[in-house]
C-alpha cells in the first residue's frame, strides 16, 4: 500500500516563479526521498532526507522535513519549462520487514509554462 | 557507469506467451527491485532481491517470476498473463543500509493483447 499523500495532484505555473509541493505520510519513517518522472519514463532520484534532518539543499532544490507532522515539502526556485514532470515523494519505514521497502506517493504532476 | 538498464524498452505479448523482462546494473548495488506502474498512479512494490536471494514479494500473483542470476542481472518471467497486467514494469537498485537513493531504469511497457 502507498505511504505518502502528495498535495497538489496538479500544480501549473509560469517560468520563474516556484514551485511548492507537499508530501504527508503515515508511520515512522527512516528517510524521504523526492523523484521525478517524464513521461511514461523511469524516475530519477532528486534528493534525500533523512528523519533527523529538517532542510536539505540542492541545486535549485529545497526539502524540508517535519516528522511531528509527518510531512514533507519539496521547492523548486526559479522553475523552468524543462522541470514539467510528475515528482513522487518516497518512504523508507524504519523498523521491521519493511526496513528498505520503498513506498510511493500519489504524485504531482507539475507543468511549467514558457 | 551509474545506469540501470532495462530491456526491451517496448513489449506486445499474448495472453498465452512466455517472455522476460532484463535488468541489469554494475554500481556494484547489492539490493534489486522490480516495480510496476499504471497510468497516472505511482509504482507499486513487486519484488525485492537483497544479496541475490527474494526477500519481499508483495503478493504479485505466480504468472510473474522474478529470478536474480547474479548481483548484477534481475530478470521478470511472465506467463499466462491478464490484459490488466499491461504497465511499465521499473526496475531499481540500491546499497541496502546506505541511506540513498535508488537508481531506477527506463522501464519496459507492456502491452497484454
Known amino acids: 500500500s502507498q505511504q505518502g499523500e502528495e498535495d497538489p495532484q496538479a500544480l501549473s505555473i509560469q517560468e520563474g516563479e516556484n514551485a511548492t509541493m507537499n508530501c504527508s505520510y503515515k508511520?515512522?519513517?527512516?528517510?524521504l526521498q523526492w523523484y521525478r518522472q517524464n513521461s511514461g519514463r523511469g524516475l530519477v532520484h532528486l534528493i534525500l532526507i533523512r528523519s533527523n534532518e529538517r532542510e536539505k539543499h540542492s541545486g535549485r532544490l529545497r526539502v524540508t522535513l517535519d516528522t511531528s507532522k509527518k510531512s514533507s515539502s519539496l521547492l523548486i526556485t526559479a522553475s523552468r519549462a524543462a522541470d514539467t514532470a510528475s515528482y513522487f515523494c518516497?518512504?523508507?519505514?524504519?523498523?521491521?520487514?519493511?526496513?528498505?521497502?520503498?513506498?510511493f506517493g500519489r504524485g504531482t504532476q507539475l507543468t511549467v509554462w514558457p | 557507469d551509474t545506469e540501470v538498464t532495462q530491456t526491451p524498452k517496448h513489449l506486445v505479448m499474448g495472453m498465452t506467451n512466455k517472455k522476460s523482462l532484463k535488468c541489469e546494473q554494475h554500481m556494484g548495488h547489492r539490493a534489486m527491485y522490480w516495480y510496476k506502474q499504471k497510468a497516472k498512479k505511482p509504482p507499486e512494490l513487486m519484488f525485492v532481491y537483497s544479496y541475490e536471494k527474494l526477500s519481499i514479494n508483495e503478493s504479485v500473483p505466480s504468472r510473474f517470476s522474478p529470478e536474480c542470476p547474479n548481483s548484477s542481472l534481475l530478470n521478470l518471467h511472465l506467463h499466462a498473463l491478464q490484459p490488466e497486467d499491461s504497465a511499465l514494469y521499473l526496475c531499481?537498485?540500491?546499497?541496502?543500509?546506505?541511506?540513498?537513493?535508488?537508481?531506477f531504469g527506463s522501464g519496459t511497457r507492456l502491452t497484454v493483447v
Open positions: 518516497a518512504t523508507v519505514r524504519d523498523r521491521g520487514s519493511t526496513l528498505g521497502r520503498l513506498y
Open positions: 531499481a537498485s540500491s546499497q541496502p543500509g546506505q541511506g540513498v537513493g535508488y537508481t
Open positions: 508511520t515512522s519513517i527512516n528517510n
